[in-house]
């Protein structure tokens, strides 16, 4: 698996498209419902962890649940770690969720990727 992690609006998904060879087709959005591991990637993780903070469920054992589903996957994370904590404690929540999905993406990866104003660094 590869993990792209970034801000919002960096370039993660075009990198992801180009790095990977993927089709428009080849990408699920996760619009806040559970991932479609059916697809070669997986966008917009940070709206699962959000549904899963609104739901209370735990998105790092529903990733170690279906490990066999996206190990071959390219994943894109979106990082909202950055700025003023939020006072609103579901939006904590959801900052805290986030950063665990991605810290147990990113033990599980292969290779992980930062994209910042549409720049690489390779992390992983």
């Known amino acids: 698996m590869h993990l792209i992690i970034g801000g919002a609006y960096q370039g993660k998904r075009q990198f992801a498209e180009e790095r990977f060879g993927l089709k428009t087709e080849d990408i699920f959005s996760c619009a806040g419902e559970d991932p479609d591991f059916s697809h070669k990637c997986l966008d917009r993780l940070e709206e699962f962890t959000l549904a899963c903070v609104k739901a209370g469920r735990d998105s790092v054992a529903f990733f ?4 066999e589903r996206w190990e071959d996957s390219a994943l894109i ?3 909202i770690s ?3 904590v939020p006072v609103d404690a579901e939006m904590r929540a ?12 990113a033990e599980q990866a292969e290779s992980v990727h930062r994209i910042f104003c549409g720049l690489e660094q390779r992390l992983k």
């Open 94 to 105: 959801w900052r805290e969720e986030n950063g665990r999905l991605g810290r147990y993406l």
């Open 64 to 67: 170690r649940e279906n490990r």
């Open 82 to 84: 950055a700025g003023v």
């Open 77 to 79: 994370l979106g990082d």
